[in-house]
């Protein structure tokens, strides 16, 4: 057998080597990460679910959930383990921004001074009217009106009356 013959073998025997090695790293993080785990720190579970950590045990762990919903859950349950700013973040939607800038609401007050904001109040003070205006009524529209009514009453006599269920028919 020759080296271009096993090449293909060797290349093969390689990368699964390097894929089950990082593949037991990141176990041996997650174990640590598990480990490390201290009453009063917040977690995730695998499932979704955000709490708080009770006790630690050997093989389990016990979550307060809320107010007296106290959880065991086995450690390889636990998805990760949150710092406490992202845990208050994400359970209790506490934010703890280190921006002292405050941006407005209103991008007016970026592009006017407060002297041309003033002008621009002070020229606008007309009222204006949003309200249907009343019009004085034809003799003509109010003959269109009477005969719509009239159409629309001979229509309803045309068309047959429902009942509540009971028929000759059969």
């Not at 703890?96 to 904001?117: F, G, Q, R, W």
């Not at 204006?128 to 009239?150: F, I, Q, R, W």
């Amino acid at each position: 057998m020759s080296l271009v013959t096993l090449l293909p073998f060797i290349v093969l025997i390689g990368a699964m080597f390097l894929m089950t090695r990082s593949a037991k790293k990141k176990q041996q993080q997650a174990a640590t990460m598990r480990n490390e785990m201290q009453p009063g720190s917040g977690v995730r579970t695998i499932g979704g679910m955000y709490a708080t950590v009770k006790e630690v045990g050997e093989d389990t762990v016990l979550v307060d959930a809320g107010p007296g919903v106290e959880l065991l859950f086995a450690k390889n349950a636990i998805g990760a383990v949150l710092s406490d700013d992202e845990y208050n973040r994400i359970v209790h939607g506490i934010e703890h921004d280190l921006k002292t800038d405050v941006v407005p609401d209103d991008a007016s007050s970026l592009t006017e001074t407060d002297e041309s904001a003033d002008d621009a109040a002070a020229s606008d003070d007309k009222p204006v009217d949003l309200g249907k205006k009343d019009e004085p009524a034809d003799e003509a529209a109010s003959a269109d009106e009477a005969e719509t009514s009239e159409a629309a009453e001979a229509k309803t006599d045309d068309a047959p009356k429902k009942t509540d269920g009971d028929s000759d028919a059969k």
